[in-house]
Nanobody, 124 residues
């Protein structure tokens, strides 16, 4: 079983950048596909991006395509989410999630393990 801890959230002005980290423990992250989701107050948890177990394939929600980049460093047991040109509508709690499969999924229920989340707030 793997445990996930996110960090790197905070308050940033619109147009700014943040890099989130998702650090795994308990088991090697290299055995999991990993996704990032976000949840704004009063809304459902939405898919943001994901990376395959090999790192060779990624997928992005249309709302973040071209602004966000997911990457993984299995030597550090970490997945990153680089967020550029942030907008107020990006404000949410961001969660990383892992699934024991080669390929990612875009629905939350396909992931077995979740972190506690990190708050991202973008001011206008």
């Amino acid at each position: 079983q793997v445990q996930l801890v996110e960090s790197g959230g905070g308050l940033v002005q619109a147009g700014g950048s943040l890099r989130l980290s998702c650090v795994a423990s308990g088991r090697s992250l290299s055995t999991y596909a990993v996704g990032w989701f976000r949840q704004a107050p009063g809304k459902e948890r939405d898919f943001v991006t994901a990376v395959s177990r090999s790192g060779g394939s990624t997928y992005y929600a249309d709302s973040v395509k071209g602004r966000f980049t997911i990457s993984r460093d299995d030597a550090k047991n970490t997945v990153y989410l680089q967020m550029n040109r942030l907008k107020p509508e990006d404000t949410a709690i961001y969660y990383c999630a892992a699934r024991g499969a080669n390929y990612y999924a875009v629905v939350a229920h396909a992931y077995n393990y979740w972190g506690q989340g990190t708050q991202v707030t973008v001011s206008s």
